[in-house]
């Protein structure tokens, strides 16, 4: 919501896609994202719009990389992907932004998870929000360190901004330093690298559902139904499943 107020007043246009997890049983979702910022949806310039994962797994959701096109094709300045948040494999998004954000918050436990694989790899800017509270202090000692040990060497050193979201403190330093990151990503050619890389992952994530779609079809209306049914060894039904889709692939190929 501040990050959205802060961009127009240096007069860009803003879109912000909230991702808000669907329920596993009714595939329902609240989509209470967009509600917390009723202020800002009234904006001019300002597109909101709020998606449910619908199963979807790495924090985002399948048409939040159509929705991403269009926008872009529309012509707006800044794209926000709001996640569902992230955990130690859950880090799709950075696939597909130029610039990744974490936010975490002072003495929630989230230290040893930054320090362990995938989180601290993502980000390209690192925000503590609510930092007026108790043990701040120890937490940005561990976000640097976390940073130092991640980064070091490398091109670009990912800041930490200190933000107090109700206040929108530190929002300026942060739209800052993620201008920063997109006039590195620039200067680098790092920008056509990062778009031809997402390009090449949602190619693989649209054959990945398809097949896995193709190989649910197999197992619960397919052929080998009746095998499945009467039970048997599942790593032998699996190879019968992978061998029909080879040879679908083959007949389409040919």
């Known amino acids: 919501d501040k990050l959205v107020e802060e961009e127009r007043e240096r007069e860009r246009s803003v879109a912000v896609l909230a991702v808000d997890p669907s329920s596993f049983f009714t595939g329902g979702a609240v989509l209470g994202d967009r509600s917390r910022m009723n202020r800002q949806s009234v904006v001019p310039f300002v597109y909101i719009r709020s998606f449910g994962t619908s199963g979807d797994l790495g924090g985002l959701s399948r048409p939040v990389l159509d929705a991403i096109k269009i926008l872009r094709a529309f012509g707006k300045d800044m794209i926000i992907v709001e996640t569902t948040g992230v955990g130690q494999n859950e880090v799709e998004v950075a696939s597909f932004v130029h610039t990744t954000v974490v936010v975490t918050m002072p003495s929630l436990g989230d230290e040893l998870q930054l ?26 000692s561990e976000l640097r360190e976390m940073v130092r040990l991640n980064f070091e060497g490398k091109r670009w050193q990912p800041p930490i901004i200190e933000t ?10 942060l739209a800052d330093r993620i201008d920063d990151h997109f006039r590195f990503l620039l200067a680098s050619g790092l920008v056509a690298e990062k778009e031809r ?16 779609s193709l190989a649910k079809e197999k197992v619960y209306e397919g052929s080998v139904k009746g095998i499945v049914a009467d ?23 040919d």
């Not at 800017?125 to 007026?132: E, G, Q, R, S, T």
């Not at 107090?164 to 330093?173: D, H, P």
């Open 115 to 140: 320090l362990e694989a995938g989180v601290p790899e993502i980000g390209d800017v690192f925000v503590l929000n609510k930092a007026d509270l108790s043990g701040a202090e120890v937490s940005h």
């Open 197 to 212: 890389k997402a390009l090449r992952e949602e190619v693989y994530q649209l054959l990945k559902a398809s097949l896995v």
């Open 164 to 173: 107090i979201g109700t206040k929108g403190e530190g929002v300026v330093q």
């Open 231 to 253: 039970g048997g060894n599942p790593y032998v039904i699996a190879r019968l499943i992978l061998e029909s889709l080879s040879c679908g692939a083959q007949e389409v190929q």
